[in-house]
């Protein structure tokens, strides 16, 4: 009977990923690099970058290692959901590049969407969202009082 949707504007209430909850975003270092790109492991990214721009991708990689490879970047390429929204939830400027699912158009967030070839001008058009880490956090909160509260009444 409660439904709570990571998709933002489908009329039922938006509850993004519950990672929002992981300390890793609380103080999050200064990044130490212009760019970082963070992979779906099945999409892989074919992208003419800086030298020596870091890249991972997210096959077999804790949630505490991207933290920590996304907090280097000033700016981050993905097309990973987790990487896009950790990205954000870090204060990063982040670009979506060839997204592969609709769940990247309904975060709730303006965030620029590019080809492999276009995230240059892209990067331009990026900013952070410095409420969407608050947000994510108190909207996954009253979501659990919400559930918490329905299994009271049913037990």
């Not at 959901?81 to 975060?107: A, D, E, M, Q, T």
């Amino acid at each position: 009977n409660l439904i709570g949707l990571r998709d933002h504007g489908l009329g039922f209430p938006w509850v993004p990923c519950p990672s929002a909850l992981h300390p890793g975003f609380d103080d999050p270092p200064p990044a130490t690099c212009d760019l970082v790109v963070y992979e779906h492991r099945a999409f892989r990214l074919d992208l003419k970058l800086p030298p020596g721009t870091p890249r991972l991708t997210n096959q077999l990689t804790s949630m505490d290692d991207a933290l920590q490879h996304l907090s280097r970047g000033t700016h981050i390429l993905t097309n990973s959901y987790h990487g896009l929204l950790w990205g954000i939830w870090l204060g990063r400027r982040v670009v979506v590049v060839n997204p592969f699912s609709s769940k990247f158009y309904r975060i709730g967030y303006d965030v620029p969407i590019a080809t492999n070839h276009a995230w240059e001008q892209a990067l331009s058009r990026s900013r952070p969202f410095p409420e969407a880490l608050a947000d994510a956090r108190s909207r996954n909160l009253a979501f659990a009082a919400v559930v918490r509260s329905a299994a009271l009444d049913v037990g």
